[in-house]
């Protein structure tokens, strides 16, 4: 007489192999669940944690309005003026630099009695933008004091008013210390 043995696993066997394909399955579902959390984490810190990154302040209103932008950034060369900006080479203990706006007429004549304002940004934090107003000191320059400590590229931008029309200057330089 032959016996045949069933080849079947038993019941115990089975629900153990299903138990370890449970957590086996679980586990890489959560696997990569952390993979994708990791990745996403990454991505927002650093879209949302680098200065470099930061937007312009008012660029979206500079784009809608690029018309009336371009011609105030037009308007000294259309009046004939010359509009200089200067930049101190060297700065205080704090960081702090003076930045002079000069501002002649076609003829030569200083001119006074301006409403000059200064944005002024580096490149590298365009978040970080101060607004510094320039009082006039007289024979068409107006003088102020600006944090500039970091070395690199800033932006400088200028808005005159009580020009007859809007006027911006805008300028660009790099910083060494």
Do not use: C
Request: proline fraction near 4%.
């Amino acid at each position: 007489m032959s016996f045949q043995t069933d080849s079947k696993p038993s019941v115990e066997t089975q629900q153990k192999d299903e138990r370890r394909a449970k957590r086996f399955y679980i586990s890489l579902v959560l696997l990569l669940f952390a993979i994708q959390a990791t990745i996403l984490g990454t991505a927002l810190k650093l879209a949302i944690g680098d200065p470099a990154l930061a937007v312009v302040p008012d660029y979206h209103q500079a784009a809608l309005n690029w018309d009336k932008s371009h011609r105030a950034s037009l308007a000294s060369d259309r009046l004939g003026w010359n509009a200089e900006v200067i930049v101190s080479n060297v700065s205080d203990a704090q960081g702090q630099r003076a930045i002079s706006v000069e501002l002649h007429d076609e003829r030569g004549e200083p001119l006074d009695d301006l409403q000059v304002e200064t944005m002024i940004y580096r490149h590298a934090d365009a978040g970080a933008f101060q607004a510094i107003d320039l009082p006039n000191t007289g024979d068409g320059r107006y003088l102020g004091m600006a944090s500039m400590p970091e070395q690199g590229l800033w932006q400088i931008e200028v808005s005159i008013g009580g020009a007859g029309e809007p006027m911006t200057l805008t300028r660009t330089l790099e910083l060494e210390n």
